[in-house]
């Protein structure tokens, strides 16, 4: 069995009266595409969203490499290697596609106080940010405003920032939410060239895309963990299958 | 090219403010050598404010507190006798940027509407700290007791050489935001503008990129403070007042914002058509008003966006 990546101890969160994540323990492991299932409202965004450190809980630890991190800051956790997409995509608009992803790249490029040069003419970090817009398929399109692109391209435009990053956990929030059935499948093949090499925490609706990539599952409802396992072993479940998948699974 | 467009009006419309001293001689009209350094003044003030609203979104009003800053730091130094004008440019280009260092630190943790009134906050506190200096003229300011003296180089008492004094900052201030924007630097701080969330996710913590901007920005309008008060050869507190700073805000969304000319554009589009209108009648400012509301509403991109390749940057 593969070492532990990312630890969630017994993390809770709370909105007012409702529990949005109740008592959370959960393990992914380095190297495997671990996915979070359940219903609308179940608490997915705001696990990631503590995992990212946008959201602090209010008890309860996260330890990544070893190492405990939940009091670091968003951009601190960025820096340890944990990069998140948004389910409603997040973006610079008013930037060309290479620029988003540029900015990425000179995220971890060191300090930024380089108050001279023009950052457009770097080749450090345009270089770097032109592959990765290649191997995302955006290569074509890295001159045009991300406002301007497709709502799928804007998706795949994400994903590259946050690879762009060179992190060693990728949470993603529904990666492919909105996209037409071809861009959803190759948004999913794409994925799937990563298995095994990069560490993926995967929030999805799309079953399909969830029993193709994942390797586990964790099944959320209510806040509340109520299965972790392989896919066959989560579509065995009657609990789960009960609470979400139904009958068609 | 766009950006081909954009450097070309850049540079006519420098090519005509260095072509105002000797077309007012010719004109026999004076005047104009005043007011257009003025304009320039204020453009290199508004400049400074567009650095940190329109690339980085903070909204300071308060951005009269370092024209005063400069202002009172080249008065006091005089008053003392000291008219050396390397000490007193140096002097305001160093408690502006403290100032502003001291309040960007608390105000750029707030944002928003606190944000607004933090930075009011701070410039009225300095507005009645004018005030209370019974020293240097109080409520009714003083006159300076001397233009600013460049030993060798300028005297600031001559009219023409403080005029291309006025236009060599200015210039110097657009090459510098120029080159500030599209550093790696103004990259974080334009992201920050853009997606704040995005921008901590991908490992940038803003506050300390917008905190440096805020004081360069400081220290700029400094530096405009300090050829305002040899402009006026008065000071008052007055130069820190709230309507001080709107007037400079409204420069920059006139001009329009996060672009590299807008300011420049804002200034003398404001303080021409003032000038215009004081000529033909005393009720010019029931003018003013929807003339400047209606360029608001229609320029989306302020003047700037009316000029070839004078909108936004890419
Ligand atoms: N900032 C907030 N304040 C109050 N309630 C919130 C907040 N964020 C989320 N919630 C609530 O917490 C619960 C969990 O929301 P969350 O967005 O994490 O669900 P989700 O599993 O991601 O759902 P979906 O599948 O629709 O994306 C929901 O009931 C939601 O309304
Ligand atoms: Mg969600």
């Not at chain 1, 994942?214 to 066959?232: C, E, F, H, K, Q």
């Not at chain 2, 006519?12 to 004076?30: K, M, R, S, T």
């Amino acid at each position: 069995m593969s070492e532990t990546l990312l630890a969630v101890e017994d993390l809770y969160k709370a909105f007012g009266a409702l529990k949005a994540t109740d008592h959370v323990t959960l393990e992914v492991r380095a190297g495997e595409t671990h996915a979070i299932i359940g219903p609308n409202g179940a608490g997915k965004t705001t696990l990631i969203s503590q995992l990212s450190g946008t959201l602090r809980p209010d008890s309860g630890r996260i330890r990544f490499g070893g190492e405990d991190i939940t009091r670091l800051s968003a951009p601190a956790r960025s820096h340890k290697g944990l990069a998140r997409s948004f389910q409603i995509t997040s973006i610079y608009r008013d930037f060309s596609a290479l620029d988003n992803v540029a900015l990425a790249v000179q995220a971890h490029a060191g300090h930024s106080f380089r108050f001279w040069r023009d950052a457009r003419g770097d080749a450090r970090l345009r270089d770097p940010a032109r592959a990765i817009l290649d191997e995302v398929g955006l290569g074509a399109r890295a001159g045009v405003l991300a406002a301007n692109l497709a709502h799928g391209e804007q998706r795949q435009l994400e994903v590259a920032m946050v690879l762009a990053t060179r992190p060693r956990l990728m949470l993603l929030d529904e990666p492919v939410a909105g996209m037409g059935v071809e861009e959803s499948q190759r948004m999913v093949q794409f994925l799937a060239r990563f298995k095994g090499r990069q560490t993926i925490v995967l929030v999805e609706h799309d079953m399909d895309a969830v029993f193709s990539l994942a390797d586990r599952i964790s099944v959320l409802v209510y806040g509340r963990v109520i299965a972790t396992g392989t896919p066959a072993e989560i579509r065995a479940n009657p609990e789960v299958r009960n609470a979400y998948l139904g009958e068609e699974a | 090219m766009p950006r081909r467009g954009r450097t070309l009006t850049i540079v006519a419309l420098l090519a005509l403010l260095a072509a105002v001293p000797p077309l007012a001689a010719l004109a026999g009209q004076p005047f104009y050598l005043d007011l257009f350094r003025r304009v320039m003044i204020f453009a290199i003030a508004a400049l400074s404010l567009n650095f940190i609203l329109g690339y980085g979104g903070m909204v300071s009003f308060g951005h009269a507190a370092y024209l005063g800053i400069g202002a009172y730091a080249v008065g006091i130094l005089a008053y003392h006798g000291v008219h050396d004008g390397f000490a007193q440019f140096a002097l305001a280009i160093g408690a502006s940027a403290l100032v502003a260092l001291v309040i960007g630190a608390i105000s750029i943790r707030t944002s928003g509407l606190y944000f607004i009134m933090i930075t009011l906050a701070f410039t009225q506190m300095l507005f009645y700290l004018g005030i209370s200096l019974e020293e240097y003229g109080g409520d009714d300011g003083m006159r300076l007791a001397g233009r600013s003296v460049f030993a060798g180089l300028l005297d600031l008492r001559d009219p023409m050489p403080f005029y291309y004094f006025v236009f060599a900052i200015l210039v110097a201030c657009l090459y510098l935001v120029h080159r500030l924007v599209n550093s790696r630097f103004g990259m974080v701080l334009r992201a920050s503008k853009s997606n704040e969330g995005r921008t901590r996710s991908i490992g940038f913590s803003p506050y300390p990129y917008r905190l440096a901007a805020f004081v360069i920005a400081g220290a700029m309008c400094g530096v405009a403070g300090a050829l305002f008060v040899n402009q006026t050869a008065y000071l008052t507190p007055a130069f820190m007042s709230w309507t001080r700073s709107g007037e400079i805000m409204f420069m920059v969304i006139l001009g329009g914002m996060s672009t590299l000319i807008g300011p420049v554009l804002g200034a003398a589009g404001l303080l021409l058509l003032e000038d215009l209108l004081q000529g033909w009648t005393e009720h010019w400012q029931i003018i003013l008003g929807p003339i400047l509301v209606l360029v608001v509403l229609f320029a989306k991109r302020g003047l700037a966006g009316l000029l070839p390749g004078g909108g936004r940057d890419e």
